[in-house]
Structures are given as structure tokens and as C-alpha cells.
């Protein structure tokens, strides 16, 4: 089955917190929005390191997603690069936008 790549709806801005890592599903997979200063993005839920599922949190510092199960950090600016191992591969970010006040997501794994 084929699908039409297209953006899908994950969170409401007005739902986000800044500083904070928040969990969602779209179209079957697990995603994590993390809402900073700079802005907001999305990412992949899977840490790269061993393929522990991330969950809400706070983001350490305001900018870095750390994982819970070994300690790895990634920055939250949109490029998922490792500022801390053990993980050595950036976590998998995602296209995304805001439209009117909406975080959306180009759905593009259904293809
Ligand atoms: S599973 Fe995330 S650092 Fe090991």
C-alpha cells in the first residue's frame, strides 16, 4: 500500500513547555517533541545507542535530551548531535513544522 507523504498533526504549541521533552504516537511510530528556547523540534523516540524508548522529561540544562537508560545527551537544536556518549549516532530528527499554533510532522515512514 502506498501513502501520500504528508504533515500530521502532533502536539498543540500552546501544549509544550519550554525546557521540556514531551511523548507522542503518529501514524504508529513514537516520537518525542522537545520545546526549547531556540524553538521546537522533533525526533525519533529511540535512542541511538541501544534502542531504549525516550520518554517525557525535562530537558537537561534547557537544550540537551539525555538518555535515562546510559547517560547519552543530544542537543535539542534540530541536528540530534551527541554531546555525550556512550552513543556515538545523532538522534533521528524529523521534518517538522508549526502551522497555526500546531507542530506537524512530515509522515514520511508509511511509504
Ligand atoms: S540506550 Fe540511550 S545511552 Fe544507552
Redesign the pocket.
Known amino acids: 500500500m502506498e501513502k501520500t507523504v504528508n504533515y500530521v498533526a502532533v502536539a498543540a504549541v500552546g501544549d509544550l513547555r519550554e525546557g521540556f521533552l514531551t511523548e507522542h504516537e503518529v501514524e504508529g511510530r513514537a516520537v518525542v517533541v522537545a520545546a526549547t528556547a531556540e524553538g521546537i523540534h522533533v525526533y525519533d523516540a529511540m535512542?541511538p545507542?541501544?534502542?531504549?524508548r525516550f520518554g517525557a522529561s525535562r530537558l537537561r540544562l534547557g537544550c540537551e535530551i539525555e538518555?535515562q537508560?546510559?547517560?547519552?545527551r543530544f542537543k535539542a537544536d534540530g541536528t540530534g548531535a551527541v554531546t555525550k556518549g556512550?552513543?556515538k549516532e545523532p538522534l533521528e530528527v524529523l521534518d517538522s513544522r508549526v502551522v497555526d499554533g500546531v507542530v506537524e510532522v512530515l509522515v514520511d515512514w508509511l511509504i
Do not use: L
Open positions: 535512542c545507542h541501544s534502542d531504549f538518555c537508560m546510559h547517560g547519552a556512550p552513543a
